[in-house]
């Protein structure tokens, strides 16, 4: 279990490198700041950025083979987490942030630009508006209940796109709920950063209705 900021720091750097390490700490100096205008994350998280959400969201990466195509979609990314830390980590995929609130789509307008994140595209607008793609890898966290965030992506999806959705202590019984079909295609990692936290996982494409 991962749970001081050194630990995650290293984490991070054995999967970026110092080059992300930089982006990272110029990222949250920025996010504290930026929190201060707009409510972006916990304020009692603030203390704890590199465990709380830029580990929370590099492990991700662990549940997706190093050859797995983007595009990559992170729906609801809000302050860029895990999309952001994600397009830093890996700037060979293509990412699409989707985010509907007009502030936080700025920020992460700005952030990208800011940290030259090329790979990095953000669609400010609800995700029941973005034009079909078919994506590669679909993660999402504090989106929806299972449920709903698989209907609403549906669409998205195709035989082999990977799924890596934190879903917190909910996990393992969001995924029982699921139709048998589905049911069948998802399990639960366990997170590192949380010890009652599951991330599901899965593969493959997801009907639009159950
Ligand atoms: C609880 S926040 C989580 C943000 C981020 N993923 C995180 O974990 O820190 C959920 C985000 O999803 C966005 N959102 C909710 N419904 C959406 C929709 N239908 N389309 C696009 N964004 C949506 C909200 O504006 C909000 O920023």
């Keep these: 279990m991962m749970e001081r900021e050194k630990e995650a720091r290293a984490y991070i750097e054995e999967k970026g490198g110092a080059r992300a390490i930089h982006s990272l700490s110029e990222l949250s100096e920025r996010l504290k700041e930026e929190n201060q205008r707009q409510n972006l994350v916990a304020k009692g998280s603030l203390d704890h950025i590199w465990v709380r959400h830029f580990a929370d969201s590099a492990q991700l ?13 992170d729906l609801g990314s809000g302050a860029g987490f895990p999309g952001l830390v994600l397009a830093i980590l890996r700037p060979e995929i293509e990412f699409v942030l989707i985010e509907s609130r007009r502030l936080r789509v700025e920020w992460l307008e700005r952030m990208s630009s800011e940290l030259g994140l090329e790979n990095c595209r953000i669609e400010g607008c609800r995700l029941e508006q973005v034009t079909t793609v078919e994506a590669g890898i679909i993660s999402a966290r504090a989106f929806a209940p ?34 048998g079909r589905e049911s069948k295609m ?18 493959g494409k997801v009907r639009e209705k159950a």
């Design 61 to 73: 990466l662990d549940h997706v083979p190093r050859e797995t195509k983007g595009p990559w979609l």
């Design 146 to 179: 299972l449920a709903k965030l698989l209907r609403l992506s549906a669409r998205f999806s195709t035989d082999d796109t990977r799924w890596v959705l934190p879903k917190g202590r909910s996990a393992a019984h969001e995924v029982q709920e699921l139709p």
């Design 186 to 203: 998802f399990h639960v990692e366990q997170s590192l950063t949380d010890r009652e936290a599951g991330i599901v996982v899965g593969r």
